[in-house]
């Protein structure tokens, strides 16, 4: 059999494993523990490393160190625990480290609670900490998602030398799918500008630091620049958008949910689709800005304050009305209040 | 006897260019203890030979370009995380020297968890600590090593216990740690002290050769600058003060090997096969035309509703059929219910949410009470009626009381109760095969003894159905 049921997060360890991740460190949060519990059994018994740090603080600088050493590597965390490695992804920004993050969002903010929410959305996918940086963020909708993205963020993270996040929420984390799991193990090669505690790579200096200000200028610049050309990795999906008058933008879990709604309307006479980014960064501007063209009305579909939205509207240069439904604080809507509410907005 | 070496040492560069900004000024000032400190880490590298594997870890502090100096494998760290980094270099570079070097605000304060830790995990790393008893790069504030009465630009008036509470002994709290193996104050003050230090400074990295562990020095180094005292008189405040309060001594020198965690890799060949289950399942080619069921079960912890909608999920994917689980998790468990959320559809799902079940299975009066309103009409309830006594108000749906958890009993083991309805949904509602579960039960039970208990109790809901469903409906 090919296909076998496994929970979004414990696809997350299948993707890591068979994408070459030989390390993992992480601190307990619900709702991304289960990712750390099966990394615990599973980096530990195909002989990888998996260690507990006491802090995400501490984790994300692990990460500096394994990352220095040309490993791939990885955490997973919630909103407090992501908010708390933010100096961590900025050093490692501006050091061109890669790794990957898995945020299983759950609602803020402060301790907030363990129900879905996308909230992390503005922190996650502009950066999170201090300086002109970005990561590459992919939004799975699936637990094959969840195990594909993971799989290809290593290649990817090694490729830019970035953070690739997974940007996942409580539901995609927690439930169950099938899954069909990559038949080939992805490998690391030996990064020239690592260190390996060898004479070849002595020379090698990993620094965020650049005293002169005209050198740390260019050092922003050139990471600008790569930003850029991270932009290839652009993925979206669109569903039923060729007619579509109303386009429902969404991603994670209120994809899933705008998928159901989308074929609801389309029974009862409304013409509706779907754009959902699969990577945030890179954004899908350019085809928000071509389907803005041709659709009358835009619903962005979140469960924040309208973050992504923001963005959806800078797209399309506000030309067209974008209409928010947001819930927070762990709400979920129904496929039913979201068809009834559109019925009643155009 | 101790040779005085004046030559450069091979780990230094031969010549530290002068980055920009530095230009015109030395890196650090004169009469600070960071040279000297540097100067001896450089000869023992040398000595021991070890440049090629030496990894250094400069911090944020005063010593933050430590690596225009060394001439090894340099790592900038963010303040006070060298050890942290340190950990996920040693525990990748198996042949690593990792070296440490911190000052007192990034060992002692900002970075205190990271530095316990790494010394509680016995991490392969020689960690020198210079206790200067203030911030140097920042201008001079109060560091966790600051004395009582000692005045800085944070403590303007001297620091004072009530309201800065009292110096910090680094050595002391690791001493409390059973995993270090070499602990120990040493001092700059004079040329005999120094070299003291540098017997200190040799073990703690012969340590790292053979990879006995975690090596911690601490190092009383001045900072005239910021003390605001000549060169010669912040040697003699060292001695006269810093010492007192922070005993030059020996804390550990463990000489055994402590045992080392050992890993093997897999193959690429063992890491595929790690995910797969042990038993193949056959998945049938889909027959028959089904309507998508949106199902709940709702119980208390223990009745096994999750695992009873794994099954049901694991049925529907052998039946080539899609099909979503979503759990009720966390703290919503604790209050004693528990509920799964199961769609099985031939066609790809949406939301995996369940707002309006058409199937409610319903294992005690709780859930009864929460989710009868919720289930769509025309659906239909399967009503564990050993727990609960009432009898379902809405009108509009199908109901079937079964005595599951007394079934359950009788069989021996309660908590097979979620096997028995499973029996009846799925004679009732003919979307999925009763011999699929079969098949599955043996393969997904974690307790492979209790297979036979759990097919029994299958097979008694499907016998119950038979016998009784037509006289409940
Ligand atoms: C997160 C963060 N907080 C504060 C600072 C500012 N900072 C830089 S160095 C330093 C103190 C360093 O003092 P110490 O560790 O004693 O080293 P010394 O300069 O005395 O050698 C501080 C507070 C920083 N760089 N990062
Ligand atoms: S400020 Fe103090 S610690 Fe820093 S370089 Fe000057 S003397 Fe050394």
């Known amino acids: ?346 | 006897m101790v040779k005085v070496k004046h030559a450069k040492p091979e780990s230094f560069y031969k010549v530290y260019e002068r980055k920009l900004t530095t230009k015109k000024v030395t890196h650090y000032c004169p009469g600070c203890g960071h040279g000297v400190a540097h100067k001896l880490i450089a000869e023992i590298i040398d000595e021991l030979g070890i440049q090629d594997r030496v990894i250094f870890l400069s911090p944020v502090g005063c010593s933050v370009f430590a690596y225009y100096y060394f001439d090894v494998g340099n790592v900038q760290c963010s303040h006070g995380m060298a050890p942290a980094v340190g950990t996920g270099i040693a525990r990748t570079l198996e042949n690593s020297i990792v070296i440490s070097y911190q000052g007192d605000g990034d060992l002692a304060g900002i970075g205190m968890s990271a530095i316990i830790h790494a010394a509680n995990r016995g991490e392969n790393m020689a960690v020198f600590f210079i206790n200067n008893a203030i911030y140097g790069m920042t201008g001079g504030q109060m560091a966790p090593t600051t004395l009582l009465g000692q005045k800085t630009l944070t403590t303007p008036m001297g620091r004072s216990t009530n309201r800065d509470g009292n110096p910090i002994g680094m050595c002391e709290l690791i001493n409390s740690l059973t995993a270090p193996v070499f602990i120990e104050r040493v001092s700059l003050a004079n040329p005999a002290r120094v070299i003291k230090a540098r017997r200190a400074f040799k073990k703690a990295l012969f340590n790292q050769v053979e990879r006995k562990g975690f090596s911690f020095v601490e190092v009383l180094s001045p900072c005239p600058v910021n003390w605001k005292m000549s060169p010669l008189e912040s040697r003699k405040w060292i001695i006269n003060k810093l010492e007192p309060v922070f005993p030059v001594q020996n804390f550990r020198d463990i000489e055994e090997k402590p045992e080392r965690y050992e890993r093997v890799e897999m193959s690429d060949e063992e890491l595929l096969n790690l995910f797969k289950i042990e038993k193949e399942m056959e998945i049938k080619p889909k027959t028959k035309k089904i309507s998508d069921q949106h199902i709940k079960i709702a119980g208390f912890g223990g009745q096994g509703v999750m695992s009873a909608g794994v099954l049901l999920a694991n049925c529907a994917i052998m039946e080539g059929l899609n099909s979503t689980w979503l759990p009720s998790y966390g703290p919503e468990m604790r209050g004693g219910t528990a509920n799964a959320s199961v769609i099985i559809s031939e066609n790809i799902i949406g939301s995996p949410v369940v707002d309006n079940p058409n199937v409610l299975i319903a294992m005690n009066a709780p859930s009864l009470d929460t989710f009868e309103d919720q289930v769509s009409p025309g659906g239909f309830i399967i009503v564990n009626s050993s727990l609960i006594n009432r009898k379902v108000k809405r009108e509009d749906v199908e109901v079937l009381y079964v005595p599951a958890s007394e079934i359950a009993k009788d069989l021996g083991l309660i908590t097979t109760a979620n096997i028995v309805v499973l029996g009846v949904y799925m004679v009732k509602s003919r979307v999925l095969d009763t011999e699929t579960l079969k098949q599955v039960i043996p393969i997904s039970i974690k307790k492979k003894h209790l297979t036979e208990v759990n097919l029994k109790a299958l097979q008694a809901g499907i016998d119950i159905f038979k016998e009784e469903a037509g006289a409940h409906i």
Request: hydrophobic share 40%.
């Open chain 1, 1 to 346: 059999m090919k296909k076998q049921l496994f929970k979004g997060n414990d696809a997350v360890v299948c993707g890591a494993l068979l994408g070459g991740a030989t390390h993992f460190f992480g601190y307990p949060i619900t709702p991304a523990s289960e990712i750390a519990h099966a990394a615990a059994l599973y980096f530990t018994r195909a002989g990888r490393v998996f260690l507990q740090s006491e802090s995400e603080v501490n984790a994300i600088n692990m990460i500096y160190g394994a990352a220095s050493a040309g490993a791939r590597v990885m955490t997973a965390s919630s909103g407090p625990g992501i908010s708390l490695m933010a100096e961590g992804l900025s050093y490692l920004a501006g050091a061109e480290l890669p790794c990957v993050v898995v945020d299983v969002q759950r609602a803020g903010p402060g301790l907030g609670n363990i129900w879905p929410e996308q909230g992390d959305y503005n922190m996650v996918v502009k950066g999170g900490g201090h300086g002109n940086y970005k990561n590459i963020v992919f939004a799975p909708n699936s637990v094959q998602e969840m195990c594909d993205f993971t799989y290809r963020a290593f290649e990817i993270a090694d490729k830019y030398r970035m953070t690739v996040f997974i940007l996942s929420d409580a539901y995609i984390g927690q439930m169950m799918e099938p899954v069909e799991l990559p038949e080939k193990v992805s490998k690391t090669e030996r990064k020239p500008w690592a260190l390996y505690a060898d004479r070849e790579s002595r020379h090698n200096l990993i620094t965020s630091i650049f005293m002169n200000t005209k050198l740390m200028g260019e050092h922003n610049w050139k990471l600008q620049e790569k930003y850029k050309e991270a932009e290839k990795i652009l993925e979206f999906e669109e569903l039923e958008t060729e007619d579509a008058e109303v386009l429902f933008v969404a991603f994670g879990i209120c994809s899933r949910i705008c998928q159901t709604a989308l074929y609801e309307l389309r029974s009862s006479g409304i013409r509706a689709g779907l754009l959902r980014p699969k990577t945030l960064f890179p954004f899908p501007k350019q085809k928000l800005n071509e389907l803005g063209e041709r659709v009358s009305k835009i619903i962005v579909v979140e469960l924040s304050n309208g973050q992504m939205a923001d963005d959806v509207e800078l797209s399309v240069r506000s030309r067209i009305p974008v209409l928010r439904y947001n819930w927070m604080g762990g709400e979920v809507p129904s496929t039913g209040e979201i068809v009834k509410r559109v019925k009643n907005d155009i």
